[in-house]
């Protein structure tokens, strides 16, 4: 089965996504599952009935598994509602073929074919990855980024704020070793936050001096506290604020 990623890279899928299928029937009408490699191989044979333990993809000793939520690929609203799911959670968006939603059995079938497809892919990067890591030397324990990533992502954001308070004095201060640590802080900072964030942007901007540096930092900021409460509809007006700032001159 050929998969075509419309989000995340065929060469290098994520481990997680979402497939979605288009009804022979009906174009407008998508179906969708969500995919995952787990980390930790599970058999989930051994807790589900016959029916849907005969349809899961086959995996040996040497795979890893991958697991469609639901197995049977159900309706979802339409592409966008799909775009904006990938976008916000950073998956992989995988257009899979049309398929008959009036065959149960078939759409059962057609979900697990393309879970087996997706965790192929998978498994190909993977592979030359993990032979890398046993040759490659393992970096060094960075202390600041462990703690980033066991943030949860409230707490991020108030190490965001933080971190753009110590740029900013340092950079109204003429303190370029006090610039470059915050910026190196914030970079490993970065590395944990959704892209929909813009976070290159934000350090970008909050880095400029002046009145137009600071009005832009808060600008973003406040732009990622509104993503992470889902209050979207705020989103075009602070855009608008921050289209404005950066054409100010």
Known sequence: MDLVFERGDGASPRGHGLLYFRSKSDPSALLATYVIVPPVRIDLAKYMPAMLAAQLPAADSD???????????????????????????????????DVDP??????????????????????????????????????????????????????????????????????????????????????????????????????????????QGSRLAQLYLERCYRLSEQAYGDLEGIDQQIRDARSAA
């Open 63 to 97: 795979t890893i598994g991958v697991i469609p939520i639901p197995p049977l690929a159900e309706p979802v609203p339409d592409h966008q509602t799909l775009e904006h799911l990938a976008e916000m959670r950073d998956e992989d968006l995988v257009f899979a073929g």
């Open 102 to 211: 009036t065959s149960l059995a078939g759409l059962m079938s057609t979900t697990a074919e393309a879970s087996r497809a997706y965790l192929t892919l998978f498994q190909q990067r993977r592979e030359p990855q993990i032979a890398a890591s046993r040759q490659a030397p393992q970096p060094e324990l960075d202390v600041a980024e462990v703690l980033y990533s066991m943030l949860p992502d409230r707490d991020r954001l108030a190490e965001l704020t933080k971190l753009l308070g110590q740029l900013r004095y340092a950079i109204e201060g003429h303190d370029d070793g006090a610039t470059e640590d915050a910026v190196g802080n914030l970079r490993k900072l970065g590395r944990y936050l959704p892209p929909t964030y813009r976070f290159d942007e934000l350090v970008q901007a909050a880095a400029l001096p002046g009145e």
